[in-house]
């Protein structure tokens, strides 16, 4: 029975931090966090659409910028990132200079927040397991 209810938890942790990465502040919607997801997922929406608004849809390159790309972390903005990186694969959107280099950051620090928004909601998913078994 242990058994089952930690394979339940498994499960569930892993939901929830799948949910987090599809949409910003999810996670927290499932945990029934309302308004902390509301604030997860304007911040992190809209500091993504500032970085494609600065250096346009281009900054997502990733053959030409792979760094940026999965190291930097956009793609933990969610998956419209993977497709957005797929639409612009052949170079069809070119960006140089600064707007380039700022919408980079804009939408890297976007996907640094989600993925630390990810492991917050996964963990607070964990403390509630905890609390329901041991209670």
Known sequence: MARYTKEKQTLFLLIV????WLVPGAGHFVLKEKKRSIIIFVTIVLTFCVGIYIGSIGVINLFGATPWYVVGAQVMNSPIVL???HLTR???YPVHGWPNEIGQIYTS????LNLLC?????YLAH???VQTAGG
């Open 109 to 112: 620090t976007a996907g640094l």
């Open 83 to 85: 497709a957005l990186g």
């Open 127 to 129: 403390l509630r397991g």
């Open 90 to 92: 052949g170079g069809a």
């Open 118 to 122: 990810v492991v917050n909601a996964v």
């Open 17 to 20: 931090g799948l949910l987090a």
